[in-house]
C-alpha cells in the first residue's frame, strides 16, 4: 500500500478583517488573501507592496559594506589599464554573476576577462595554483563573484604578489574575512545592508548597479536566472528582482538564453520561476558537473547566434548525459544501500561514479529511503570524494564538524555537504554518523513536515481561484507554491502517462465538471496506484492546461496517500411491500424515483434526509443510505454506489411488479402480421382481445406496440393504431422502448433473483 511521504501539516487559514480588506482592494480570492495575512501583509501598503513592486523596492547598492571602496578601486583599475579578471564558479548562480560582472565591466571599457575553474581540479572558490597562475598571465586585479569569502590562503598568495582582490560573495560567513581588497556581502559583519538573502548573482547586480549608476535593465535576466537557481529566499528585494527579471526572460534577444530556450523546449512567452528551476538552471549546471565551465559563461554572453545555438546544443547533450549518469549511479547505490545492514545515515561509495553528479544522486537516496545520504566516489588512489545531503532532523554539518581528522577536506551547512578522505575510514565514518544520528535523536521512522496551505473542494478548483494564487507568484525558497489537500471528489479514471510510463493521471468527477490530477516520477508505486485509485488522497498545488487554445484547470499531485477503508455493512431487505418498519432509524433514504421520494419525504425519522439519486447526486459521507427502489438500468445504480461513502447500507430495493419477459423475435413477427390482417386496434378496447390472439401478456403487446409506434412501424390517431405499409426498415434493439425494458430485466435478475451473497458482494464491489 502507498503511504504519504510527508507529514501534512495544514496553515489552519482563518478569515479576519485585514484578509477581507485584502481580498476586496485586489480582487483576490478569500483563500489567497487569508494566505497573504498567514505570511505577515496584514494591511493594504505591505500586501501593495509585496504584490507590486517598483523600482522603490531595490535597496540602494551603497549601503553594502565596502561598496564605495569597489567602486573607486574597479574604476582607478580601467582608468590606469590594469588587467582584470572575474574568478567565478560552475554553477549557474556562478556563471550568471560572471557575465553579469563581465558585461558590466565591458560596457565601461575595462580590461577584462574571466576564469571558472575546474570543478574537478580546482575545486569550489579559490585556488591558490589558480590564482598563480592568473597573476602570471597579467592580472593585476581579480574579482570574485559568489564566492571568496573562505578564500583566506589564494588571497594571501595574491596579496603577496601585489594584486588586490575584490570579494563579491553571498554564502555562508567564516569566523574571519579573508584580508582581501574589499569584501561585497549582503551580510557583512559590519554592514547594516537590509537585505541578507541575495544570491551571487544578485551581489553582482547590486555592485553592477553601483558601477553604472542606474539598474541594469539588460541584466536582469541573468541575475533572475542566478537567483532562483541558487534557491535562495524569494522574498524582499529578490523577489522584486525575480518579478521583473521574469520579465525580461519574456523579451529577452540575448542569443544564447534564445537558444537554450529552443533546445529545453521553453515557451518564451510563459516564463515561471518553474522554468527556471526545472529547465535552465539544470542545463546550465549540466555543462559545470560534466565538463570545465567556462563555456557557460560565453552562452550566456555571446552575441554570434550560431555559436550560441552550438553551445545550447552542447548543454543539452550535457543536461541528457548527466541525467543518465545519475539514473545509472542511483540504481547503483540503491543495490548497495538493499545488500547491507540498514543504519541510520546512508554511506555508500562506489568505484568509477562521476563526481559532479554526486549531490543530485544524494538528494535521489534521501528521496527513496527518508535518511541523511553520503555518496562518494572512490579513486585509484584510495581517496573518496563526494557530497551529501540530509534532512531537516539531521543537521549534516554539526554531525561532521567535530571530526574533521579523519577527513582531507570538508564543508557545508545543515542540508549539505562535500567531503573527501581516505576510503579505508569509511566504515569509521559511517560509525560516526550513526553515533551522531543517535545524539540527535534522529527517528528514520518521522516523516519531513509538508506545509498544507488548506483543505479544498475539488469544485472550487477553478481559473479564477489559479489567477488568483497565480499574483503571489513568483513562487521559490520561502514564497512556495500553495499546496491544498483535494475533497470531495470521485476518481472516475486512473492510467500512466510517460514514455516510461511512470506518471499517474487520475481524472476526478467534482459533482460540477472534470477535473484532472497529474503525479510526476511515481513509477513504482504505479501497478498499486492504478490498482486501487479510489482508496487514494492527495495533496496538490492548482494548475492550469493550455491545450490547443483551451484553458482548464488541473491539479499537481505533491504527495499521494493510499488509504485502507473498512468495507462497510450491506444488509439486503429486498421487498415487494415497503413497510413503515423500513423507516424507523435515521439516515440517508436514497430514492430512484421522484415521485415516490416525494410521497415518502414527509414521513422519514427525525436526523434523516431524502435524497434523489439524479445526475446531479454529489458524493454522499454520511453513515447508513437506505437503497429503497429499483434503478432503470445497472449503469444508473453503478453510479450511485461510486457515489457512497458510508459506514452501512441497507438495500430495500423495493419494486412494485417484476416486469414481464422480453417478447421473442416470433413474438414480435407475428404481432406485426396481426396488426395489417385486422387493419386497426382500438387502444382502449382491443387490447386484452389482441393479446389473446397473439398468445402474449397484455403487457408484453404493449411494449411491442410502443417498440413499433418509436420505430415507424405503425401509427396512432385518437387512440387508434393503424400499420404503416411500405415502413422503412428499423432495429428494434435500438429503439428506447426495447433498450429500457431490456434494461429493467437485467437489474431485475441481479437484484430479484440473485441470492443474497452474490447481490451483497457486486455491491461491495462498486461501493465508493
Known sequence: ????????????????????????????????????????????????????PSSTSFHDPYLLYDMQKTVDRIQEAIVSGEHITIYGDYDADGLTSTAIMYETLTQLGADVDYYIPDRFKDGYGPNKAAYERLIADGTELIVTVDNGVSGHEAITLANEKGVDVIVTDHHELPQTLPHAYAVIHPRHPKGKYPFGDLSGAGVAFKVATALLDEIPQDLLDLATIGTVADLVSLTGENRALVKFGLTALENTLRPGLLA???????????????????????????????????????????????????????????????????EEI???????????????????AGPDWHEGVLGIVASRLVEKTGRPTLVLNISDEGIAKGSGRSIEAFHLFNALDGHRELMTSFGGHHMACGLSLEASNLSQLQTILDEEAKAQDLDPTKKPVLQV?????????????????????????????????????????????????????????TGMNQLAALAFGVGDELPELLAQPKSLKFVAAVDKNEWRGNIS?????????????????????????????????????????????????????????????????????????????????????????????????????????????????????????????????????????????????????????????EAGFVTIKNGILVGVKNARPHRLEDTNSYRTHGQQIQVEELVLTSSDEALTDWLLQRLG
Open 553 to 709: 484547470p488541473q491539479l499537481l499531485i505533491k504527495d499521494l496517500d493510499q488509504v485502507a477503508k473498512k468495507k462497510p455493512q450491506v444488509i439486503i431487505e429486498r421487498s415487494e411491500r415497503l413497510q413503515k418498519e423500513q423507516f424507523l432509524s435515521p439516515a440517508v433514504y436514497g430514492f430512484f424515483n421522484a415521485n415516490l421520494a416525494k410521497r415518502f419525504a414527509a414521513h422519514l425519522p427525525a436526523g434523516s434526509k431524502c435524497v434523489v439519486f439524479d445526475q446531479n447526486l454529489p458524493q454522499l459521507t454520511v453513515d447508513e443510505v437506505v437503497l429503497v427502489d429499483l434503478p432503470q438500468n445497472l449503469a444508473q445504480l453503478e453510479f450511485v454506489l461510486g457515489k457512497l461513502d458510508c459506514a452501512k447500507v441497507r438495500a430495500i430495493l423495493y419494486t412494485k411488479a417484476k416486469s414481464a419477459p422480453l417478447p421473442e423475435r416470433t413474438d414480435f413477427t407475428k404481432v406485426y402480421k396481426y396488426v395489417f390482417q385486422v387493419g386497426h386496434l382500438n387502444l382502449k378496447t382491443d387490447l386484452d382481445q389482441a393479446a389473446t390472439q397473439v398468445g402474449l401478456e397484455k403487457s408484453q403487446l404493449v411494449l411491442v406496440l410502443k417498440v413499433f409506434f
Open 453 to 509: 496551505t488548506a483543505k479544498l473542494k475539488a469544485s472550487e478548483v477553478t481559473l479564477d481561484l489559479i489567477a488568483s494564487l497565480d499574483k503571489l507568484a513568483p513562487f521559490g525558497t520561502d514564497n512556495e507554491v500553495p499546496v491544498f489537500e483535494i475533497t470531495d471528489y470521485q476518481v472516475v479514471q486512473a492510467k500512466a502517462l510517460g514514455k516510461t510510463n511512470d506518471h499517474l493521471r487520475l481524472d476526478l468527477n
Open 1 to 52: 500500500m502507498v503511504s504519504a511521504k510527508y507529514q501534512w501539516q495544514e496553515e489552519n487559514l482563518a478569515p479576519t478583517p485585514a484578509s477581507q480588506a485584502i481580498a476586496e482592494e485586489f480582487g483576490l480570492a478569500t483563500i489567497a488573501a487569508e494566505l497573504l495575512v498567514k505570511k505577515g501583509y496584514t494591511t493594504i501598503e505591505e500586501v501593495r507592496t509585496f504584490l507590486e
Open 260 to 326: 537554450l530556450y529552443e533546445v529545453a523546449g521553453v515557451d518564451q512567452q510563459t516564463i515561471t520561476s518553474e522554468t527556471i528551476g526545472f529547465l535552465l538552471g539544470p542545463r546550465l549546471n549540466a555543462i559545470g558537473r560534466m565538463q570545465h565551465a567556462q563555456s557557460g559563461v560565453e552562452l550566456l554572453t555571446t552575441l554570434d547566434d550560431e555559436l550560441a545555438t552550438d553551445l545550447a546544443k552542447e548543454a543539452q547533450s550535457l543536461n541528457i548525459q548527466r541525467q543518465n549518469i545519475v
Open 330 to 348: 542511483t540504481q547503483q547505490a540503491l543495490d548497495k544501500l538493499e545488500q547491507e545492514p540498514k543504519h541510520l545515515v546512508n554511506v555508500v
